[in-house]
């Protein structure tokens, strides 16, 4: 089941990605953040592309290993305690737990990207928080996560996870955290097939 769906959501999540069609699960094993995802893509680059541009260089998308790998980290805590659930406070009690994550940041979006929150916050914490970090806005918007922050330091390692959470709420339904697709109509949200309402995939994906 958790194999099924980390490659429900990898598939369009890495469409764009060189090496893609390289990836599959090994292995779905215990760890101390719960049953984590055990992957390979040895095509995948592990940088991001940066083209010269000028005097400067344009940065490219995040890697495809750190979206993998938030994803991994994800679906262990979604599944860490049995069946998943969202409590109706779950915002509340996340908030605390990563206090100096999110800095008592109100989240503006639905349970369903709590685990994806908790993943972006857990990694960051492990790799060690850069200096001064502030979480500034965590909303929705356009259907994907919006994560605004400042630090006193750039950290290539916090940047990607950053940018891989914001990533991946566009193929993890904002209302249960099951695989899902940004959707129109009225205004766009990321939900999976039961609760999309009707609602058809934006772009026709």
């Known amino acids: 089941m958790i194999a099924a769906e980390f490659l429900s959501v990898a598939a369009p999540a890495l469409r764009n990605h060189k090496g893609a ?3 599959t699960v090994a292995a779905v094993e215990p760890s101390q953040h719960g049953p984590l995802v055990r992957w390979h893509g040895p095509l995948l680059a592990r940088e991001r592309e940066r083209t010269p541009q000028g005097g400067a260089s ?3 998308a995040v890697p495809g290993p750190a979206i993998l790998d938030v994803l991994a980290r994800t679906l262990a805590i979604r599944w860490r305690d049995g069946a998943p659930r969202i409590p109706r406070d779950w915002d509340e009690k996340l908030g605390r737990r990563h206090r100096a994550i999110f800095d008592n940041c109100p989240f503006e979006c639905s349970g ?3 685990w994806l929150w908790e993943a972006g916050a857990e990694m960051i914490r492990d790799n ?3 200096k001064r970090f502030c979480s ?6 356009f259907g994907t996560i919006r994560w605004y922050h400042n630090s006193d330091e750039d950290c290539e390692y916090t940047q990607n996870v950053i940018d891989a959470v914001e990533h991946l709420s566009a193929f993890i339904c904002e209302d249960c955290g099951r695989p899902g697709r940004v959707r129109q109509g009225g205004w766009m949200r990321c939900l999976c097939p039961e609760h999309a ?3 058809r995939v934006a772009g026709g994906g």
Do not use: M
């Open 21 to 23: 069609d390289s990836v």
């Open 58 to 60: 344009f940065v490219g």
């Open 112 to 114: 369903g990207w709590r």
């Open 128 to 130: 060690g928080i850069p």
């Open 136 to 141: 500034t806005q965590l909303k929705e918007k």
């Open 197 to 199: 309402g009707g609602r």
